[in-house]
């Protein structure tokens, strides 16, 4: 591990820490009364990496690399035996330039009994006149380098939206194709009850377009609900209209109909505050009051279709 304000990176062996236990090898307890293990009992060895060591990755064949957050680089390092059996144990053998400020580091299934350990992908958080700016943030980038011989070698640079990714992980793609293909989910499936392993469908949940309603009533401590039973497919939200009065409690029951994995639709209501994103067969339940008057838009922000933006209605709040 490393410690960013101290420039090395210390190996700790689990034969030691076990040994240490057993011998009861304390420091002393911590304030919560769980003893501390002597330091020199439990450590492997110590490696003068870089300035500012952060995160470290393994290759599966003997190697460590640690980004260092200072320095900008990234550093390989062998380990100890079972891992390396050369002739140059817990040694720094090369160093790779970084563009800038490089935090966490990503070796596929580096934490794994099996990594895959070609590629390594450093996460930068600042990119410092390496791209164009286009916007009111400046690009982030992530640089892909090769691993699998002796040197590093920086393959790739690439800009992206968003900063560096804490512990990001990357599995072999094959695994995936292994894994059973997505299904949507079956019409009015309510994606936060489950029975069985799977999303329960709602009562209230229509399964098909044209079986829409509104309906007002009222409670018996005299408050009114308009309730409503609606459906979400390209490129329509059904009902298009609804109208209820000032003080109603409004109760939408929204099912996205869709038979396609990729058809997500999005609902919202901006001036009550309503939002809501429904993936294919996903059923859902708003509720607000609608205590001010007014005509208000109820939209799509999910780009559906070419029609997209005909995928709205409005609210009609009568006093």
């Not at 062996?13 to 040994?19: C, M």
């Not at 329960?200 to 409670?219: F, H, P």
């Not at 209209?241 to 997500?264: C, F, P, W, Y």
Request: net charge negative.
């Amino acid at each position: 591990m490393g410690g960013k304000l101290a420039p090395y990176a210390t190996i700790y062996s689990t034969e030691k820490i076990k040994q240490a236990i057993a011998d009861k090898k304390f420091e002393g307890k911590d304030r919560y009364g769980v003893p501390i293990l002597d330091y020199g009992s439990v450590v492997a060895a110590q490696v003068e990496v870089c300035l500012g060591p952060l995160h470290t990755e393994f290759d599966g064949r003997g190697n460590a690399y640690i980004s260092c957050f200072v320095s900008n680089e990234v550093v390989k390092f062998t380990l100890g035996q079972p891992e390396y059996t050369g002739p140059k144990p817990f040694s720094v053998v090369d160093k790779v330039p970084i563009n800038y400020n490089v935090g966490h580091i990503c070796i596929p299934e580096s934490n794994s009994p099996n990594p895959a350990g070609k590629y390594l992908v450093a996460l930068n958080k600042w990119s410092i006149d390496r791209f164009m700016n286009v916007g009111p943030l400046f690009p982030k980038n992530f640089q892909l380098i090769d691993i699998s011989g002796e040197k590093m070698k920086v393959l790739l640079d690439m800009p992206v939206a968003f900063a560096e990714t804490h512990y990001a992980k990357a599995i072999r793609r094959e695994k995936l194709e292994k894994i059973k293909p997505l299904q949507v989910a079956p019409t009015g499936s309510d994606f936060l009850a489950f029975e069985g392993g799977q999303p329960r469908k709602d009562e209230n949940a229509l399964t098909t377009v044209g079986k829409e309603s509104v309906k007002r009533y009222q409670l018996p401590d005299g408050s009114w609900v308009t309730e409503v039973w609606g459906t979400l497919i390209r490129s329509t939200i059904r009902p298009n209209i609804i109208t209820a009065k000032k003080g109603d409690i409004v109760r939408l029951h929204l099912t996205n109909v869709e038979q396609s994995l990729n058809a997500m639709h999005g609902f919202a209501l901006a001036e009550y505050g309503i939002i809501a994103e429904t993936e294919p067969g996903r059923y859902v339940e708003l509720e607000f009051v609608a205590d001010v008057p007014g005509v208000f838009a109820f939209y799509c922000f999910d780009f559906c279709s070419p029609l997209h933006l005909e995928m709205a209605g409005w609210l009609v709040v009568e006093e």
